[in-house]
C-alpha cells in the first residue's frame, strides 16, 4: 500500500529525515513513536505531501506522490489525515463537515452524502451531535468527528499524526477505541502515537524513529520485550518513569 | 517641443521652489502636531484609566467626539468656524497672522492625539498587574519596578502603532489643502495650475508624500525588529 | 441655531434635489454605500493576492497596496481627477471621480483586513482541507474565505465609518456632498460659521460614533458566542 524509498529531507542544513525505506502492507496497521523531533511527523506529512521531500520515492496505493504528473488533490482525496490538533471546520456543523468533500470531491448528492455521514457519525459514536458546531464539542468528539470526516472520502488507507495528544487525558481512550476499531476492520493506518497500550494491542508493527532515522523495527512483541537499539530502550524506560527520570 | 515628463522642471526653477516649499511645510505641519500632540495622547489615557468616572467618561467622550467627525470638518470648524467665537481683537491678531496654519495643526493635533490616546491606553493596559507585582515581590521599588519591568514592556506595545499613526498624519497634513495652507498637494495644485504641467506636478508630491511613509513604515518595522513584543 | 436648520435642513439633507442633483447627506451616505461595495470584491481579490503562494501575483497586489496604503487619499483623488479623462477618453463627472478613488483606496485598505482575517485562521485549517482533496483555490473558497468574512464584520462596519469620513474629501472637486453644502450654506448665511461648522461635525458624529458603537457591539456579541461555544 505505500513504499518509501531512500527519502531525505532537510530543514535548510537539517537533515529531518535520513534515508528512509519502509514498506507498508494493505491491511496492516503501522505505529510510529520516538521522541519529539525524531522525524516522525514529518514522515507521516510526506505520505500526503503536505511536506515536500528532497531525494527519494513515495508510492502510496500505486501512485507516486512526488511524481510530476500526479493529480496532488486526487491523490491526496485518497488518503484520510487526522491531525493532532483536529482541525475541523469551524463555521459549518459536524454533518457539513462530513460531507464538504463528499459532495464537492466524490459528486455525491447532498441526500446520499448525508446518510453516508451519518454512518460514519455513528460509528464513532456521535451521531447525535450532527448538527452541532466544532466549537461545542469536546477534544475527544472533535477528533471522532475528524477521524469520521477523513472517512467520509473512503480512503484505502487513514494517517493519525498524533491524534491523542492534544487531548485531556481522559479523552485519550474514546479516540484510541474508535482506531482500534478501525484497525480491526480491516483499514491500512500509519499512525504517529505515545500510546504503546495501543501500539501493544492494535499495531501489526512498531517503528522507532530517533534523528531522522528508523533505528527499530519489530512486531510489538519483540518491541517491547525484546528492544534492541540502546536509544529505543532508553526511550521506553523514559515514558515508563517519566517522573524518576525528571528527579 | 516639450517633452513627456519634464524632469528639469522638478529640479530647478520657480516651481522647483514651490514644491520643495511645500515639502518643508508639510513637513513642519507633521513635526509640530506630532510634538503637540503626544503628551496630549498620553493625557487623555491616564485620564481615560483613572479611577474617576467623570474623567473617565469625559475622556471617552473626547475621543469619540473627535475621532468619528472626518479631519476635513475639523479643520473647516477651526478656521472659518471658531475664529467668530473669539473677542475680536484677539482675532484680528489672528488673522493678522498665520490663521490656515494654525487652524491646521489645532485639528492635525486633536485628530491624532484622540487616535493615540487609545493606542497609549491599551498599551498601558497589555501589561497585566501581576509583572508589577511579581517585580515588587522581588524588592524592586516603584520606581525601579516601572522602569525596568513594566515600562519597558508598555513601549515596545505601544510604540509601533504610535509610528502608524504618525504614518497617518503625514498624509491627513494633505487635507490642510482646503483651507489653504501652503503645504504640498496645495502647491502641486498651484504648480499644475501655473504651467499645465499636472503629471511632473503631482508625480513629485506623491513620490514625496510615498517616500516619506515608506520612511516611517521602515522605521516600525525597524523598531519591531530590535525590541520584538514577547509574551512569557 | 434653530432658524438655520428650519432654512437649510433640506438643503442640508439633500442638496438640490429634485430641482437639481442630488446632495448633501443623501449624497455622502450614496458614496460611502457604493465605495464599500465595489471595494469589498476588490479587496477580496487582493487580500487573497496578498498571501498567494505565488510571487507573480503576490508582488505587484502587495507593492500596489504599499503604494496607496502611502498615499493620502486626497492624492489619489487628483490623479482620478487629472487623468481618469484620459484613460477613460471621456469627462469623468466628480461623483465618478470620487466613487473610483474611493473604491481603488479602500480596497487597499479591506485588502489588509483580509490578509490578516486569512492569516489568523491558522495553517491547520488549509492543510486540513487540502488532505481532504481541496486545491488551494476550493481551500480558500470552502473553507478560510467563509470564517474571515465572518470574523471580519465589526471591522466591515469600521472601515464604512473611515468610508463616510473619507467621502468628505469630495469637497475639493466641487463634489456636492454635505461638507460642500455646509460650506455653501455657511456662504450664504455668513454670520454664523460657528454654528454651521458645528452643525456639520454633529451630524456626522451622530452617524459615525452610532456604527462604531454597533461595530463594538458586533465584536462583543462574536467574541461571547465563540466563547459560550468553546465553553459548553
Known sequence: MIKIERVNKWYGSYHALVDITEDVAKGEVVVVCGPSGSGKSTLIRTLNRLEPIQSGRIVVDGVDAYGRHVKLNAFRSRIGFVFQQFNLFPHISVLENCTLAPTRLR????SEARDEALTLLDRVGLAAKARAYPGELSGGQQQRVAIARALAMRPPLMLFDEPTSALDPEMVGEVLLVMRDLARDGMTMVCVTHEMG???????????????KVLERAVPSEFFARPEHPR?????????????QAA | MTPLFDLDLLLTGTYHDWLVAGLITSLSLTGISLALALPLAILIALIRLSPVKVLQWSGFAFVEAIRNVPLLAHMLFWYFGAPELLPTALREWLYARNIEATSAIIALTLYTAAYMSEDVRSGIRSIPGQQFEAARALG???VASM?????PQALRVTIPPLISQTLNLWKDTSIATVIGVAELMYQAAKVESASFRSFEAFAFASACYLGMSLLITGAAGWYQGRFP???A | ????????????LVGQYPHGPLGGLALTLILAVLGLLFAFPLGLVFGIARVSPWRCVRWPVSALIQVVRGTPLLMVIFWAYFFLPSLTGQNTDQFWTMLTALVVFDAAYLAEIIRAGIQGIGKGQTESARSLGFSYLDAMRLVILPQVVRNMLPSLVNQFVATIKETSLGYIIGLTEVSFIATQINTQVLTKPAEVYLLLGLTYFILCFGLSRFAFWLERHHQQRTLAKAHA
Open chain 1, 107 to 110: 459528486g455525491l448528492k447532498p
Open chain 1, 198 to 212: 495501543f501500539a501493544r494491542d492494535v499495531a501489526d508493527r512498531v517503528l522507532f524513529m530517533d534523528q531522522g
Open chain 1, 232 to 244: 529505543l530502550r532508553q526511550f521506553l524506560s523514559d515514558i515508563r518513569t517519566p517522573f524518576l
Open chain 2, 140 to 142: 524592586f521599588s516603584f
Open chain 2, 147 to 151: 522602569r525596568l519591568v513594566v515600562l
Open chain 2, 229 to 231: 513584543v514577547r509574551a
Open chain 3, 1 to 12: 441655531m434653530i432658524d438655520l436648520i428650519d432654512t437649510y435642513w433640506l438643503y442640508f
